[in-house]
């Protein structure tokens, strides 16, 4: 027996494919609805708020466990020697809390409560807080305190003029390699130009890019 289509006294064969087609879409939201499935532009969206997020530009501590030489130098009042260390220290005996930073020669109350921002804090560092509020803070020439920083620094310094002192408040350059300017510039007459920083044995490029928008030969 033949089954007669209802549509067929109300609808032309074509407007019927029509009405099917669009039935077959209805249905098929339907079921990819109930899957779960997400637009692409709604997951392309998700991937770019995530992607904003990522690239958020946030402030990273050091872990000590296993920066570098140069990243150590950065920290205030860590020089070459200091930076070499503690990673002799390391070496020797791995580092397991934070506050061990003051077993090594060199490093006090006050130079670790002035590096205590800039590091991650790991292990038993109960003490922490304690020996960050009762270390003297450094001074600087106007006598404020400061916890700033090399990188964040932006006095300028007379590579033919500075201390000791000026010196290692440059990125990088800590106690020994200031005396090495020193005695560069006392052999040399002085320095003529920026670019001669790098003449300095154990200053290279990426040093002196570093320092570039503090340094200053005006003498």
């Not at 200091?82 to 006050?110: H, M």
């Not at 570093?210 to 030969?217: A, E, G, I």
Request: proline share 4%; with cysteine.
């Amino acid at each position: 027996m033949k089954l007669s289509n209802p549509l067929r006294n109300y609808l032309t064969p074509s407007e019927q494919r029509i009405l099917l087609f669009f039935a077959g879409l209805i249905i098929l939201g339907c079921w990819l609805d109930i899957s779960g499935w997400a637009p692409l532009q709604a997951k392309k969206t998700d991937l770019d708020s995530l992607k904003q997020v990522v690239e958020v530009d946030a402030p990273l501590n050091l872990d000590i466990r296993t920066a570098g030489l140069e990243e150590l130098m950065t920290l205030s009042g860590i020089g070459e020697k200091r930076a070499k260390d503690i990673i002799a220290y390391r070496e020797k005996k791995p580092f397991t809390s934070v506050n061990q930073l003051l077993q090594i020669k060199g490093i006090g109350a006050k130079t670790y409560a002035n590096i205590l921002p800039d590091l991650l804090v790991f292990g038993d560092s109960t003490n922490v807080e304690t020996i960050a509020k009762t270390a003297p803070k450094t001074k600087s020439k106007a006598g404020s305190t400061t916890n700033t920083p090399k990188s964040e620094l932006n006095n300028i310094v007379n590579l033919n003029t500075a201390s000791v002192q000026e010196l290692c408040t440059l990125v990088g350059i800590g106690e020994v390699k200031a005396k090495a300017i020193i005695a560069w510039r006392q052999e040399n007459g002085s320095f003529n130009s920026i670019e001669d920083f790098t003449c300095v044995k154990g200053i290279g490029e990426k040093t002196l890019e570093k320092n570039r928008h503090r340094l200053c030969v005006g003498k």
